[in-house]
């Protein structure tokens, strides 16, 4: 009688209970092969979370009389979920909208893969390799024999563990073993529409929170003998494929075969019990301004219809959210445009100002430059002109006068100056051609009558250069200083001289500017 009340309990329990406890009550019978009086106890204990539960099983928790059912509080439709690595605190937000967090797995980098070892090191150990390959086998045995012994030890182990791969398989980086899972699953089922992501896990998920879409992940085992069908009569299915590809549902499709030890990390992280594997991810900004959660879950061989009604169910209840997220963005990034505008033309008017500065700078300091040179110039034609006006006062009272009629050998000179005038003088047959120079450019000193004027000295730091040449009209000669050489010498007992200016080019220049 007892019995027959107890199982009637149970199956009354059984039916007030939820979709999710009853999933999690399956789970937890068909690994500890509790009757049901036993395990609704520990789930509830336990928060109906299916691992936490198993684990005080096998632990040795002792189990308690089923609760009267006058004392069970009604059930209700929310599921708590979290995870040994998440603990407790966290799962009391996400429970609140039966939201599970999504992981983000980051397979081992590529340059962390063992290496093959030497050879003289792999004969070392090869009896141990040996051994542990005829371990693996019995234990593989066993794994047959009692399926639940595979899910105890990886339920104990640690959630990231990776596992060793005993496939075959090259371990490659994700975005190559996106393109051979890819690549495999046109060669097994032919040609498809699905947009399947080409990178790995990781990628996918920082794609879909950074685009606010939504992510469908989908594993899959090779041994599994539903996965052919699965595959062909669901994924496959023309409805499926064009509701993935539908803009609209902002659908992103990461699929993997666990197999592959990405792919094998995922179904560990998403607590993924039974293949084929489906689950929805998706930002949920209810939980937190960076939460990414697990939508939906669609576990074993489903129908076409429902594996569309699940995931049309789940977009439809989180894309509200996701809007009001969107447009909350777009306000953002377009204050942030119009912050950047306004920093942009700021900084334009800035480097406008900077350049009108320094045209300015660069004018005045120009302009300063050149109103120095000047000064300097004509400060250096003063003084050129000063020192040429003294040297010709002290050279004028040296010129030796004109030697006497006694003198029969004296030069005589017909000069045409600058001016037009025709000046004729006789000079001492021994002179020196320098004295006739001295002579032309001392003549309007010597006019001035200011040679016999005491007291002119010759200028210090000057060095005389005469500005012209003595020239013979016909045939041309001009008679230079360079030569040297007296008048007698080089000119003769008389001759007709044209004086040329050599500065005219000079004054012509300075005159222009």
């Not at 009550?25 to 009086?37: I, R």
């Not at 050879?119 to 794994?143: Q, T």
């Not at 000069?415 to 047959?429: E, K």
Request: with cysteine; charged share 30%; hydrophobic share 35%.
């Amino acid at each position: 009688m007892s019995s027959s009340s107890g199982s009637g309990s149970g199956s009354g329990d059984i039916g007030q209970l939820s979709e999710d406890q009853q999933t999690a009550l399956q789970q937890f019978t068909a690994v500890t092969d509790q009757s049901v009086e036993t395990a609704i106890p520990l789930l509830q204990r336990c928060q109906w979370n299916v691992q936490i539960a198993i684990s005080r099983h096998f632990d040795g928790e002792p189990a308690e009389p089923a609760i009267p059912e006058e004392t069970i509080p009604a059930p209700q439709d929310i599921r708590r979920r979290e995870t040994l690595a998440n603990g407790f605190g966290r799962s009391s937000a996400i429970g609140r909208r039966n939201l599970e967090p999504a992981p983000r797995v980051v397979p081992q980098p590529e340059h962390q893969v063992t290496q093959q070892a030497p050879f003289i090191l792999s004969l070392v150990l090869f009896p141990f390799r040996f051994a542990y390959g005829i371990v693996s086998k019995l234990f593989n045995v066993f794994s047959y024999l009692f399926p639940f012994l595979p899910r105890l030890i990886g339920m104990r182990a640690a959630p990231n563990a990776r596992r060793r791969d005993t496939s075959g398989r090259r371990p490659l980086n994700p975005r190559d073993t996106a393109a051979r899972f890819i690549r495999e699953f046109e060669e097994e089922y032919g040609a498809h529409e699905i947009p399947f992501f080409e990178g790995g896990y990781a990628q996918a998920f920082d794609l879909a929170k950074k685009e606010l879409k939504f992510l469908l992940v989908v594993l899959v085992s090779s041994e599994h003998d539903d996965t052919a069908s699965f595959v062909r009569e669901t994924l496959l299915s023309p409805d499926v494929v064009a509701f993935i590809r539908n803009p609209a549902n902002n659908i992103i499709v990461w699929a993997g075969n666990v197999q592959d030890a990405e792919a094998y990390q995922v179904s560990n992280a998403l607590n993924c019990t039974k293949f084929p594997f489906a689950a929805l991810i998706v930002h949920t900004p209810a939980v937190s301004s960076t939460a990414m959660s697990t939508v939906a879950r669609i576990v074993g061989p489903t129908p076409p219809a429902t594996f569309m009604s699940r995931l049309q169910t789940a977009i439809a209840q989180n894309s509200e959210p996701l809007n009001r997220t969107r447009a909350t963005r777009a306000e953002q990034q377009a204050a942030r445009n119009i912050r950047q505008a306004q920093d942009t033309a700021y900084e334009r008017s800035l480097a406008q100002d900077r350049e009108r500065a320094r045209r300015r700078r660069e004018e005045e300091e120009a302009r300063r430059r050149a109103e120095q040179e000047e000064r300097e110039r004509q400060e250096a034609k003063e003084r050129e002109a000063r020192n040429l006006a003294a040297w010709r006062a002290w050279r004028a009272r040296s010129i030796a006068g004109e030697p006497g009629p006694e003198v029969k050998d004296a030069v005589r000179i017909s000069l045409r100056m600058p001016s037009g005038d025709r000046v004729v003088r006789r000079f001492a047959p021994d002179a020196d051609m320098e004295e006739l120079y001295a002579f032309v450019e001392c003549y309007d000193v010597l006019q001035e009558q200011q040679a016999s004027q005491e007291g002119a000295e010759k200028p210090t730091a000057y060095e005389h250069e005469y500005k012209f040449v003595l020239v013979s009209p016909m045939p041309r000669e001009e008679f230079d200083l360079k030569k040297g050489g007296t008048i007698k010498e080089r000119i003769g007992r008389s001759g007709n001289l044209i004086v040329e200016r050599t500065d005219l080019d000079e004054d012509e220049g300075d005159e222009d500017e």
